[in-house]
């Protein structure tokens, strides 16, 4: 897989893959124009999204219904270093969602492929090239 990242102009970088577009920006007060979502609050996102592929798949797989289920990711930053301490996924589903489900959500939500990139991250190589 191959992404192509560009800098359109401000505070903006871009990511393109294959069709898709996905901006970020950076805040007012980080010299953007917030016109989207940071690099760092689209990570973020993507665990809670991922975790969500898994729990309709597994949701599918047995013909229950999805509408009413919701994730809520919470992100717990340390106030003295600034860095992520903890990531909570509470998974909502409505009254009526069959309760011996509700472990096999946890642990279809817990395979997501972003949560296990980061369990076991992979070795990033950052290098220049001149282009023509």
Sequence with gaps: MELLIDFP????????????????DQPINGGGENSAPTPFTLFLAS??????????????????????????????????????????LEIQVPPDFPEKYYDALI???????????????PVFNVYTKVTD
């Design 9 to 24: 102009g401000g505070a903006r970088v871009d990511a393109h893959i294959g069709p898709f577009d996905i901006q970020t």
């Design 47 to 88: 665990l809670g999204t991922c975790a969500g592929i898994y729990i309709l798949g597994f949701c599918n797989q047995r013909n229950l219904p999805t509408q009413g289920i919701r994730i809520i990711e919470r992100v717990v930053n340390n106030r003295e270093t600034g860095h992520t301490d903890s990531v909570d």
């Design 107 to 121: 642990r279809s939500a817990e395979q997501c492929k972003v949560k296990k990139l980061i369990e076991n991250p």
